[in-house]
């Protein structure tokens, strides 16, 4: 089972740099004021959890969340060619209210990547979306980003680009939400999520999406993703 890849890298260089000299600083005054200050005993676990909140509070920020979306869009708009492989079907036949996630992590084989975002896209579904928490590199390895991004949506995986043939990629809308991992409480990738507007059902194991279609479909009782699965089988 493929783990998750927590990126750590949410915030510019320069801004790391000016945090650690506000720590320093903060390490300073409180070495003066160790003799004349009580410490708890669980201080440590409560400075924890204020960093996690206050980590969380910046990236849910709208500022951040639309540096996240630009940089998702840059990568993606700067693949040489962008189509849609031959899909199942051409409309899409999950409600409005619907939504199935499919939550995916860096660390798997980029084959394995490759292979669910393709069938994503031959589902022809709008409303299956492929989710990652972070990118491999955070917001700072942009070159590393864009190139693994261009890797695993290829639509041919054999295909090698070349300045005169550049490779075809995936129209499939990757995207970076690690606030949807935390609300349906997934730990290990690849994981399908189908949530109905009311209630939600979840998978996780490293098997073909058809074949996670078909079991979170009977869970749900939908056999919207029954079919879904079906086709995608019967297209192989």
């Known amino acids: 089972m493929a783990s998750l890849i927590f990126s750590s890298s949410i915030v510019k260089a320069d801004e790391q740099q000016g945090n650690r000299e506000k ?5 300073e005054q409180a070495g003066k004021l160790h003799e004349t200050i009580t410490v708890p005993e669980n201080s440590h676990a409560l400075e924890g959890q204020e960093a996690a909140r206050k980590t969380m509070e910046k990236f849910q920020s709208p500022g951040f969340q639309e540096k996240l979306r630009c940089e ?7 693949n040489p060619k962008q ?5 199942i ?7 409005v209210q619907e939504s199935v996630y499919l939550f995916l ?3 798997m084989p980029e084959p394995m990547m490759n292979r669910y975002l393709i069938d994503v896209s031959r589902t022809g579904e709008q409303r299956i979306v492929p989710v990652l ?10 070159r590393v980003n864009a190139d693994y991004i261009s890797r695993v949506m290829q639509a041919d995986p054999g295909c090698r680009d070349t300045t005169e043939a550049p490779c075809q990629r995936l129209a499939v809308p990757l995207k970076v939400n690690p606030e949807l991992f935390a609300r349906y409480n997934i730990t290990e990738a690849p994981a399908l999520v189908y949530d109905n507007g009311q209630d939600s059902w979840s998978i996780q ?5 058809a074949y996670l279609l078909e079991k979170i479909g009977k869970a749900a009782n939908n056999p919207t993703l029954d079919n879904i699965s079906a086709r995608l089988r019967g297209g192989q």
């Not at 720590?23 to 390490?27: C, N």
């Not at 998702?72 to 700067?78: D, H, K, L, S, Y």
């Not at 928490?133 to 942009?142: A, R, S």
């Open 105 to 107: 992590s860096s660390s």
């Open 89 to 95: 079907n051409k409309d899409g036949v999950l409600a």
């Open 83 to 87: 189509e849609q492989v031959k899909t």
């Open 205 to 209: 194991g490293e098997e073909e999406l």
């Open 72 to 78: 998702m869009e840059r990568i993606q708009g700067g």
């Open 133 to 142: 928490f972070g990118l491999p590199q955070g917001l700072e390895g942009k």
């Open 23 to 27: 720590v320093e600083k903060v390490l």
